[in-house]
């Protein structure tokens, strides 16, 4: 009895501390992303796509009306116009609504605060999804090797939306991995509002759960999808054939460019587009046919999380348009590698350095980027990773073999 308010003064004081360092960090967080903003050109950034496509949510402006589109920059001071028109599928503008009806700089601090809020819960959720008794020693080493990891820069500082689709795919990782799979596919059309790399994923995890037969994880899909479409329809009825013609005209501006297998066709067909098209074709049914087998062989034992892993790699070789900042989604699948060298008993200090060494693998690439003036060599990076799940995978398999055997 007399022992009884020593842990409640203790817990007390343990809250406290917690709370102490919860603002704090918070805090810098803040800090970080006013400097982010401020050091950098924003007003002429990917960002202000984002941020003009929900303001016009409350303006009823239609941003695939190139002329309000072009007002809308000029209204704003901005100068830089990539696009004439919105290039992203209408139902995003609602996602965006609450930061469009904020002052430009305001939301874009709040979206950069935002984005390192969710990479860091991404993170901390994905690292223990390890095996439980080696999460607490991997933190360090994992969330330096998040910190200094290329794409995060390129994402952080464009105010892309790439890792607020990290932060999706971790929780549908989350949700799979504890059979919850109706939940977790509703979440997954948000992921095709940025169809280049969310559509490929969606297909690919699709074949998946048609292979396993799973109803729930394609009945969840379905009524998502359908509700995304409605809201669209809602917006403007005729949103799917406009933004249809727009994405044909970016995806030709851009063709051949991509640190994709379309940018390592167009460098071996030196440029040529009727020659990268066939070469490019080729290689990707090539591509999808050696998957699918991979998918059929290990169907019966395979994670939620590696299909997951795999879906993600394989969008990012295929797609025909994408750039460097949407290999944040790499985080997921380096993190189920580093899960696998534990479990098979590697080193420590191996399985500590896999994200580091990434790390110092993807700035070499940066710097023969450099040195080309183009992106494409960093095809190599998911083309690695994707090898890795394979090979990971089907080693497994084979000492599952043994010790039947």
Same mark, same amino acid.
């Given at each position: 009895?007399?022992?009884? +308010? ?43 796509? =984002? ?29 830089? #116009? ?8 209408? +139902? ?12 430009? =700089? ?7 605060? !935002?984005?390192?809020?969710? %990479? ?5 959720? !994905?690292?223990?999804? !390890? ?9 360090? +080493?994992? @969330? *330096? ?18 890792? *607020? ?24 059309? &948000? ?9 490929? &994923? ?12 799973? #109803? ?68 990707? &049914? %090539?591509?999808?046919? =050696? ?9 019966? @034992? ?17 797609? +025909? ?9 790499? #985080? ?58 394979? =090979?990971? !995978? ?12």
């Amino acid at each position: 009895m007399d022992r009884s +308010p020593l842990p409640q003064k203790s817990l007390l004081k343990h809250r406290w501390f917690q709370l102490i360092i919860l603002l704090v960090g918070l805090s810098c967080l803040v800090f970080l992303s006013i400097k982010i903003v401020t050091l950098r050109d924003y007003l002429n950034s990917d960002f202000f796509t =984002f941020w003009l496509g929900g303001h016009m949510v409350w303006t009823g402006e239609n941003p695939y009306f190139s002329t309000d589109w072009i007002n809308g920059h000029h209204l704003n001071g901005v100068t830089w #116009i990539p696009n004439s028109k919105f290039v992203y599928p209408l +139902p995003l503008t609602l996602f965006y609504a609450p930061l469009g009806i904020l002052p430009y =700089f305001e939301a874009y601090i709040i979206y950069v605060f !935002l984005l390192e809020v969710m %990479l860091l819960l991404s993170t901390y959720w !994905l690292i223990h999804q !390890l095996p439980e008794n080696k999460v607490n020693p991997y933190l360090l +080493p994992v @969330f *330096a090797g998040v910190i200094l990891f290329r794409p995060i820069f390129s994402a952080l500082f464009g105010g892309q939306i790439s890792i *607020a689709l990290l932060f999706i795919m971790t929780i549908i990782t989350i949700l799979w991995s504890k059979n919850k799979w109706f939940l977790g596919s509703v979440l997954l059309p &948000i992921v095709a509002l940025k169809p280049n790399i969310g559509v490929p &994923i969606v297909l690919v995890l699709s074949s998946w759960f048609i292979l396993k037969k799973n #109803i729930k994880v394609l009945s969840g899909l379905i009524v998502s999808s359908f509700l995304l479409l409605g809201i669209g329809f809602f917006q403007n009825p005729h949103w799917i054939s406009e933004y249809w013609n727009i994405g044909n005209t970016k995806l030709s501006q851009n063709f051949g460019l991509s640190p994709t297998i379309w940018g390592l066709a167009s460098i071996l067909t030196d440029f040529n587009p009727q020659v990268t098209l066939k070469i490019g074709v080729i290689l990707t &049914i %090539l591509i999808l046919i =050696f998957t699918g087998l991979i998918l059929f062989k290990v169907r019966k @034992f395979a994670s939620s999380t590696w299909i997951i892993s795999i879906a993600i790699t394989t969008s990012l070789l295929l797609t +025909p348009y994408t750039w460097s900042y949407d290999q944040v989604l790499l #985080i997921i699948p380096i993190l189920w590698l580093i899960s696998y060298l534990i479990k098979i008993n590697k080193p420590f200090l191996l399985n500590a350095t896999v994200f580091l060494l990434i790390d110092f693998f993807a700035l070499f690439l940066l710097y023969i980027s450099a040195q080309m003036k183009m992106e494409i060599i960093n095809f190599l990076l998911p083309l690695v990773i994707w090898l890795g799940l394979i =090979f990971a !995978l089907l080693d497994s398999k084979k000492r599952m073999d043994t010790l039947v055997l």
